[in-house]
């Protein structure tokens, strides 16, 4: 029984020590969608990405997200450029 309870300790505690290691190592790329609009769309533009913002994360299906997974999708900014 003890040596049960010893390779049930073991096995937990390098879980936990590979989950962290991959928590670390994991490198943090923050993607930035760059929306190019005219520089008269511009406030139109982020006036819309605002109201996006508001709206709760869906699945493809429709059905909400349980989990708050927004930190892991890309950052969207509007742009004005000239033509």
């Not at 505690?13 to 962290?20: D, G, H, I, L």
């Not at 994991?26 to 913002?53: F, H, K, S």
């Not at 909400?64 to 930190?71: I, K, N, T, W």
Request: hydrophobic share 50%; charged share 15%; net charge negative.
């Amino acid at each position: 029984m003890l040596r049960l309870t010893l390779l049930t300790a073991i096995t937990t505690c390098t879980a936990v020590a590979a989950f962290a290691a991959t928590e670390a190592l994991m490198t943090e790329n923050t993607t930035v969608i760059d929306i190019e609009v005219a520089p008269e769309d511009l406030a139109r533009c982020e006036m819309t990405l605002q109201q996006v913002a508001g709206m709760p994360a869906v699945t493809d299906s429709g059905s909400p997200m349980l989990v708050d997974q927004s930190a892991d999708l890309p950052s969207v900014r509007c742009v004005a450029t000239e033509a």
